[in-house]
């Protein structure tokens, strides 16, 4: 099995790949995601992805415009495939883990096979950026950023660890916040397909605003 792989273009991943719908869930690449494994289908899907040895495992989120059956929701074509870089047995019947992220995928087709987890053939070629750490992040408007995170924290009476925010590149800033942010689908699905890192940080800026500008009004809310 591959240990501390590096992935320098496509053709370093597999075309076909398991993957994981989960609504709300968000990883970018170079971006850590915990997993709590615990359903037998998801089991089997690490299991999986061990024995192939390649460790990758596709987060992908339903649609909710075309949800489809309840047992095989349609899927956004957009997800970002990532690494098992730790894995632990609880001694329960679960896995908890951590995926670190590589590189975003565009679904071609969704196999049909026995398994009981999902598996799609998806291409890597339109997002080949992902490949090189910390493109376009001199593009970014970290002051904005920063004010954004800054008046969500106030507005919610949250602590947050400002030295270390600060040290942080703006690529990890920008996607650690984006990944960790209380917001709904739609939002995450248009982080996730940013053309680059600074329209991401756009995005991440403005949805911050529209949720504070509810909070300030009244309106509801997701980030009570």
């Not at 994981?20 to 869930?25: D, E, I, S």
């Not at 990532?82 to 679904?107: K, M, N, P, S, V």
Request: aromatic share 6%.
């Amino acid at each position: 099995m591959p240990m501390n792989a590096v992935y320098q273009k496509p053709d370093d991943l597999a075309d076909v790949i398991p993957v994981f719908p989960l609504p709300g869930a968000l990883l970018l690449p170079r971006g850590q995601m915990p997993l709590n494994i615990f359903e037998p289908r998801y089991m089997a899907m690490i299991d999986h992805a061990l024995r192939a040895g390649h460790r990758l495992i596709g987060m992908i989120q339903p649609d909710p415009a075309h949800p489809g059956p309840e047992s095989k929701p349609n899927l956004f074509k957009v997800g970002c495939v990532g690494r098992i870089t730790q894995i632990a047995e609880t001694g329960d019947g679960r896995y908890l883990l951590q995926l670190t992220g590589i590189a975003r995928f565009r679904i071609d087709e969704e196999l049909s096979v026995a398994t009981p987890y999902r598996q799609c053939r998806v291409s890597y070629v339109s997002f080949i950026d992902d490949f090189t750490p910390r493109k376009g992040e001199e593009e970014v408007d970290r002051a904005s950023v920063l004010r954004a995170l800054s008046d969500f924290l106030k507005a919610n009476d949250l602590k947050a660890d400002w030295e270390g925010i600060e040290n942080a590149p703006n690529e990890a800033l920008v996607n650690a916040l984006a990944m960790m942010s209380p917001y709904g689908v739609a939002e995450k699905q248009a982080l996730l397909e940013a053309p680059d890192l600074k329209t991401r940080a756009e995005i991440l800026v403005a949805a911050t605003e529209i949720e504070l500008a509810k909070k300030t009004s009244g309106g509801e809310t997701p980030l009570q």
